[in-house]
């Protein structure tokens, strides 16, 4: 029996490097994920160039948690950037434990209750941490993509501080033609910014999120070698906030309607490619199974 989840990205409020605690909220580019078990033999497919590794782990969290062993077909497509500072490697993890969970509970392998939402996070989030893939475990990333809109975490205690829907608006992300793997930042420079992002979280639990964000994305920049002038292009054209998503190289902008072709043409003169999506307030979630 198939089964189809699919996790969205998310862009980064506050980045948890620095501190611990962090803050993310849900973008409208996806991970999708197909499952189906097999009765014995397993293969994993992705988009040409990307490494099967997290699928894998994911999976073999999810046997071992039940001590079952099947073989599974595992398919990932998606239209989320890698390595680009949108949580890829989260979406990814979260969609491939909740569709291997729900493949065996559609064969009547566990009960429907066996794991809470909680369950399915802890279990992406180690897969993570063993592939190597993020520096924190993105407790933040992980929440927002898993029950979208925006979430602010202490990433430690895998302890969500607030979530809530986030507000509509139109999102811009600027592309530059490179990746930026997290788990290869300077994580000792970023540390560095302890003071100073503590106060942009602090802006963040008091409801300023767009100060929050913007502070953060300008901070992790100088730290980075990020051009800053990317996300201050796009506050004088108008956005109501900018910075640089994750460890980059993305850059994120919230952005009014009437604001959008100032800040696309601003955008337009970096090399690289500039997105338009939207706020995902939904999360991970199964699409279609049988």
């Known amino acids: 029996m198939d089964v189809t989840v699919r996790s969205p990205g998310s862009a980064t409020v506050i980045n948890a490097i620095a501190t611990g605690c962090g803050s993310a909220f849900g973008i409208e580019l996806y991970v999708t994920v197909q499952t189906a078990l097999k009765p014995s033999k397993t293969i994993f497919r992705a988009e040409k160039g990307v490494d099967t590794t997290l699928m894998e782990i994911c999976v073999r969290k999810v046997l071992e948690k039940f001590n079952v062993k099947t073989g599974i077909r595992v398919q990932t497509s998606s ?71 925006l979430t602010i975490t202490h990433n430690p205690r895998r302890e969500i501080l607030y979530n809530r829907p986030m507000e509509e608006q139109s999102i811009l992300i600027y ?38 964000l913007t502070l953060n994305g300008i901070l992790y920049s100088a730290a980075l070698n990020s051009n800053a002038n990317i996300a201050l292009d796009a506050l004088d ?10 460890t980059g190289p993305s850059f994120v ?26 706020v995902d307030n939904v999360g991970t979630r199964m699409v279609e199974h049988g």
């Not at 997290?182 to 963040?204: G, I, N, Y």
Request: aromatic content about 6%.
């Open 175 to 212: 592309m530059p033609n490179k990746k930026s793997p997290t788990a290869q930042s300077d994580v000792a420079r970023m540390k560095l910014l302890a003071p100073w992002v503590k106060l942009a979280f602090q802006e963040a639990l008091k409801g300023n999120i767009y100060h929050a």
């Open 253 to 278: 902008a919230i952005v009014p309607d009437n604001a959008l072709d100032r800040v696309q043409e601003a955008w337009g003169s970096y090399p690289g490619r500039v997105i338009l999506t939207g």
């Open 79 to 149: 239209d989320l950037p890698v390595a680009s500072g949108l949580s890829s490697s989260s979406a990814t993890s979260n969609a491939v434990v909740m569709a291997t969970y729900r493949a065996l509970v559609d064969d009547g392998i566990v009960s429907d209750d066996s794991l809470n939402d909680y369950d399915l996070i802890n279990l992406a989030i180690d897969a993570s941490l063993e592939a190597g893939v993020t520096i924190t475990g993105a407790f933040d990333d992980a929440s927002a993509s898993f029950f979208g809109g």
């Open 237 to 246: 054209s108008g956005a109501l906030a900018a910075g640089l998503s994750g």
